[in-house]
């Protein structure tokens, strides 16, 4: 029996045990992963992993002595098969049980994947967790050409990566520019232009047909006939919600685990967080993000993981606290660190602050005036400053924002 069993040990598994203890939690808390590994880091897997920077001794999210200072069990390698919310009990792949008395779902999510012909041949990669990074990294090693289908930032991360490691890559995207989901086009053909400099070649608004070869791929055909040389195939195409467990038994779950501000589940001993939790956040359905204040969505971030979790951390020791938080999410290509905070839909107005072409520069998006997102480019400063602005509602003067003799920061009082 285990006052709190964690089921997925990833980031919000882990934020939410420490975050317990954090806040008083004094029971035995397990935490249950089907990954052979202590929870890790996955951004480097796309990016300095990949590239062959770092080896996987520095990805570990927390070091073994820290989970056993906080008295967290760890149970690595053991998948939960089913919960039985009656007797309050959960199955494990060992043949094991354990009875709780709270249970937090952190489940995560899993790629996407193809469906078309040939998705079945040898050297089609898929890249969610370290064994997938060490596969593509090691066909890398075998490869002189690789074809990316998606232009999200998966696609692109590892298009990059790829190129650093001296791979001929192609990206076939469906949509007509990168990101198209995330980002406004000024972004898309930032980023495009970054890629091309370094000898990616797109195939925009391009569908894949199927794939072509022999026990291994060898080609990509998409759906005009043009026919694309691949040793490699790398495919990001987004992400589905680990949420069967909590369906099955009998969680209200809509593209998600739904749950409401408090992280709390349609059965109160259960909480939910991280990418397989969908929520109402007020701030992204007030910039338009949702259809009404209570939409509920999922956001893949470390940001919302670590977030969610320490609100349901809260919620568990009884101290909750509604989550309301402007999101922000990072990525890496090539030597751009590319930070966007808050959101670009719905925007009226784009405000640059210095030149696209220096490779540094922030866009600030504005909506009836007042300030909804950011993104930038090589400007830490500005993406930290823009957070504030973006969570205080600002309405500053576009002229202001524009100068650059101005630090952003100081446009809070406006
Ligand atoms: C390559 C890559 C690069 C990324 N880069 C960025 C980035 O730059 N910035 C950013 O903000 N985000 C990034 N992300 C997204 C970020 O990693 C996720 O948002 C984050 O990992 C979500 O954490 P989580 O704990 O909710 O879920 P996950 O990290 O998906 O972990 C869930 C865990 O639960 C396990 N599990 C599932 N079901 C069960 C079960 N029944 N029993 C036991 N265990 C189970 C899973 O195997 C997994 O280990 C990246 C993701 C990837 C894959």
Same mark, same amino acid.
């Given at each position: 029996?285990?006052?709190?069993?964690?089921?997925?040990?990833?980031?919000?598994?882990?934020?939410?045990?420490?975050?317990?203890?954090?806040?008083?939690?004094?029971?035995?808390?397990?935490?249950?992963?089907?990954? @052979?590994?202590?929870?890790?880091?996955?951004?480097?897997?796309?990016?300095?992993? %990949?590239?062959? $920077?770092?080896?996987?001794?520095?990805?570990?999210?927390?070091? @073994? $002595?820290?989970?056993?200072?906080?008295?967290?069990?760890?149970?690595?390698?053991?998948?939960?098969?089913?919960?039985?919310?009656?007797?309050?009990?959960? $199955?494990?792949?060992?043949?094991?049980?354990?009875?709780?008395?709270?249970?937090?779902?952190?489940?995560?999510?899993?790629?996407?994947? %193809?469906?078309?012909?040939?998705? &079945? %041949?040898?050297?089609?990669?898929?890249?969610?967790?370290?064994?997938?990074?060490?596969?593509?990294?090691?066909?890398?090693?075998?490869?002189?050409?690789?074809?990316?289908?998606?232009?999200?930032?998966?696609?692109?991360?590892?298009?990059?990566?790829?190129?650093?490691?001296?791979?001929?890559?192609?990206?076939?995207?469906?949509?007509?520019?990168?990101?198209?989901?995330?980002? @406004?086009?000024?972004?898309?053909?930032?980023?495009?232009?970054?890629?091309?400099? +370094?000898?990616?070649?797109?195939?925009?608004?391009?569908?894949?047909?199927?794939?072509?070869?022999?026990?291994?791929? $060898?080609?990509?055909?998409?759906?005009?006939?043009?026919?694309?040389?691949?040793?490699?195939?790398?495919?990001?195409?987004?992400?589905?919600?680990?949420?069967?467990?909590? +369906?099955?038994?009998?969680?209200?779950?809509?593209?998600?685990?739904?749950?409401?501000?408090?992280?709390?589940?349609?059965?109160?001993?259960?909480?939910?967080?991280?990418?397989?939790?969908?929520?109402?956040? @007020?701030?992204?359905?007030?910039? &338009?993000?949702?259809?009404?204040?209570?939409?509920?969505?999922?956001?893949?971030?470390?940001?919302?993981?670590?977030?969610?979790?320490?609100?349901?951390?809260?919620?568990?020791?009884?101290?909750?606290?509604?989550?309301?938080?402007?999101?922000?999410?990072?990525?890496?290509?090539?030597?751009?660190?590319?930070?966007?905070?808050?959101?670009?839909?719905?925007?009226?107005?784009?405000?640059?602050?210095?030149?696209?072409?220096? &490779?540094?520069?922030?866009?600030?998006? %504005?909506?009836?005036?007042?300030?909804?997102?950011?993104?930038?480019?090589?400007?830490?400063?500005?993406?930290?400053?823009?957070?504030?602005?973006?969570?205080?509602?600002?309405?500053?003067?576009?002229?202001?924002?524009?100068?650059?003799?101005?630090?952003?920061?100081?446009?809070?009082?406006?």
């Amino acid at each position: 029996m285990a006052d709190l069993v964690i089921i997925g040990a990833s980031y919000a598994g882990t934020q939410l045990a420490l975050a317990a203890r954090a806040n008083g939690f004094a029971g035995n808390i397990t935490m249950v992963g089907d990954e @052979p590994h202590p929870p890790y880091q996955r951004p480097p897997l796309s990016k300095a992993f %990949l590239r062959n $920077e770092v080896d996987a001794s520095s990805l570990p999210l927390q070091s @073994p $002595e820290r989970f056993a200072e906080e008295r967290i069990t760890l149970r690595t390698g053991v998948t939960a098969l089913r919960i039985e919310r009656e007797g309050r009990k959960v $199955e494990l792949s060992d043949g094991s049980e354990i009875g709780y008395a709270h249970l937090a779902f952190t489940t995560g999510a899993r790629c996407r994947t %193809l469906t078309c012909e040939g998705a &079945g %041949l040898g050297n089609v990669h898929y890249l969610r967790n370290l064994a997938d990074a060490c596969a593509i990294r090691d066909a890398a090693s075998r490869s002189r050409t690789a074809v990316v289908i998606g232009g999200g930032f998966i696609g692109l991360e590892v298009a990059a990566a790829l190129r650093t490691l001296g791979v001929e890559v192609a990206v076939v995207e469906m949509q007509d520019r990168l990101l198209q989901r995330a980002v @406004p086009p000024l972004i898309s053909t930032f980023l495009m232009r970054a890629h091309a400099h +370094q000898g990616v070649r797109f195939h925009l608004s391009s569908r894949v047909r199927r794939l072509l070869g022999h026990g291994s791929v $060898e080609a990509i055909e998409l759906e005009s006939g043009e026919v694309i040389a691949a040793d490699m195939v790398v495919a990001g195409l987004g992400v589905v919600p680990n949420v069967e467990l909590a +369906q099955a038994c009998g969680l209200v779950v809509d593209n998600g685990i739904v749950v409401d501000r408090y992280a709390r589940t349609s059965d109160p001993r259960i909480v939910a967080a991280g990418d397989c939790a969908a929520y109402p956040n @007020p701030w992204l359905n007030a910039v &338009g993000q949702g259809v009404g204040p209570d939409r509920c969505m999922r956001v893949e971030s470390i940001q919302s993981a670590n977030d969610l979790a320490r609100v349901a951390a809260a919620t568990l020791a009884g101290r909750a606290t509604p989550y309301e938080a402007v999101p922000w999410f990072w990525s890496d290509q090539y030597g751009y660190k590319l930070q966007m905070a808050g959101a670009s839909t719905g925007h009226e107005q784009i405000v640059l602050r210095g030149d696209m072409e220096s &490779g540094k520069f922030t866009a600030l998006y %504005l909506r009836d005036g007042t300030l909804i997102g950011a993104d930038t480019v090589n400007r830490p400063i500005d993406h930290l400053a823009a957070r504030r602005l973006i969570a205080a509602r600002v309405r500053p003067d576009p002229m202001a924002l524009q100068d650059e003799s101005i630090p952003l920061k100081s446009l809070a009082a406006a």
